[in-house]
């Protein structure tokens, strides 16, 4: 079962910065919060992750809140090629892996 | 950006075939994945790998096995398929960095079974 609440969907203006938020309640000490993405029916792509401080790579930031039970996943300036479904994952590193990627945010951005 | 592939990247075949999907990765990477996917809904866990020699079925019960037998390559075989395994399949290996893993996906592989 999912760990994770995140919007069904939501739209952005291309240009525009996407928040995309997720709470994560029940997080546990030592479970990182990842964000991937699916575009149409291509693989899951890794987009970034934390475990309590924020994060920035060359695709996005990642905000945790300082409690953890929230995050928020911000695209600076997005284009219509990040029209795609967001997934907001909890997990610790413990045996395999399991992502339980969920429903996750359909994201779309008009031109 | 990783480096896993996978194919075929479709594949249209007749119930009762054997088929193996194929899945490798040059990144040397010891875990890897096999995820079930249909159109618009979760992806599943079906099988997973340690390393070499090692194998484990996920949480989705599957008629597929798998094998690892080099540490690049993670096939996925279904010895008789059925209409129910149309499926998108999709591979993962993954990266450790300190405390948090990180997986990588291939693009897929689009099973139809008629």
New interface residues.
Partial sequence: DAKTTQPTSMDCAEGRAANLPCNHSTISG?E?V?WYRQIH??????II?G?KNNETNEMASLIITEDRKSSTLILPHATLRDTAVYYCIV?A?QG????????GTRLTINP | EADIYQTPRYLVIGTGKKITLECSQTMGHDKMYWYQQDPGMELHLIHYSYGVNSTEKGDLSSESTVSRIRTEHFPLTLESARPSHTSQYLCASSEFRGDSETQYFGPGTRLLVL
């Fill in positions: 030592n990182y990842y029916s291509q693989g899951p792509q890794y992750h475990l997990d590193l395999a892996q399991k992502l339980v990627f969920g429903q």
